[in-house]
Nanobody
Framework: QVRLTESGGGLVQAGGSLRLSCAASGGTFSIRSMGWFRQAPGKEREVVAAISWNGVTTDYADSVKGRFTISRDNAKSTVYLQMNSLKPEDTAIYYC??????????????????WGQGTQVTVSS
């Protein structure tokens, strides 16, 4: 089973940038889609971005399109989230998740799981 560890969060001013990393251990990282999700206080967890197992297909929430970029390095079993032009509304705990099924070309977000401990992102105005 894949174990995920997120890192890279922090406190940044509005307009700044952060790069999140999610390292995977165990399981079969390279054949599964990966996603970044976030949860703000009092809100449900929402998907931010996802990337297919081979890196060919990506998907973004409308709220982050043009500002965030997801990428992966299968040799390092790591997925990244480059976040630019950060806004206060991006403040949340960010989690990465892995698709429970392999080699899928479509993202089924309810099938993502194996959450790590998350990393806090705080954007000040």
């Amino acid at each position: 089973q894949v174990r995920l560890t997120e890192s890279g969060g922090g406190l940044v001013q509005a307009g700044g940038s952060l790069r999140l990393s999610c390292a995977a251990s165990g399981g079969t990282f390279s054949i599964r889609s990966m996603g970044w999700f976030r949860q703000a206080p009092g809100k449900e967890r929402e998907v931010v971005a996802a990337i297919s197992w081979n890196g060919v297909t990506t998907d973004y929430a409308d709220s982050v399109k043009g500002r965030f970029t997801i990428s992966r390095d299968n040799a390092k079993s790591t997925v990244y989230l480059q976040m630019n032009s950060l806004k206060p509304e991006d403040t949340a705990i960010y989690y990465c998740g892995v698709d429970s099924k392999a080699f899928r070309r479509t993202f089924y977000y309810t099938d993502f799981g194996s959450w790590g401990q998350g990393t806090q992102v705080t954007v000040s105005s």
